[in-house]
């Protein structure tokens, strides 16, 4: 297991990070403390999944687009998909 956390959004330093946990063995990758934020389009986890295609599965946590405020959720990502979103 790796945890991946940076100060800002820097999309592709997480995903770097992450494919280079994965290259040295990591099983699952977390990214805590809404790690995902960067990702989110519209409530859509669709970057995020794409990440997990070909490398580790990863949980993080992120808003989503429920009106009038937003959720925080946790989501669980493996082989380019969503797995599970716990809201």
Same mark, same amino acid.
């Given at each position: 297991?790796?945890?991946?956390?940076?100060?800002? @959004?820097?999309?592709? %330093?997480?995903? =770097?990070?992450? !494919? &280079? &946990?994965?290259?040295?063995?990591?099983? %699952? %990758?977390?990214?805590?403390?809404? +790690? +995902?934020?960067?990702?989110?389009?519209?409530? *859509?986890?669709?970057?995020? @999944? !794409?990440?997990? @295609?070909?490398? &580790?599965?990863?949980?993080? =946590?992120?808003?989503?687009?429920?009106?009038?405020?937003?959720? *925080? %959720? &946790?989501? @669980?990502?493996? +082989?380019?998909?969503?797995?599970? !979103?716990?809201?």
């Amino acid at each position: 297991m790796a945890a991946i956390q940076v100060s800002e @959004a820097q999309e592709q %330093v997480e995903e =770097t990070l992450h !494919r &280079a &946990a994965w290259t040295e063995g990591t099983e %699952v %990758v977390v990214w805590p403390e809404f +790690g +995902g934020i960067w990702f989110i389009l519209n409530g *859509k986890a669709d970057e995020l @999944a !794409r990440i997990t @295609a070909n490398c &580790a599965p990863s949980v993080t =946590t992120f808003e989503d687009n429920h009106k009038p405020l937003p959720h *925080k %959720v &946790a989501g @669980a990502f493996a +082989g380019g998909k969503e797995l599970a !979103r716990y809201e």
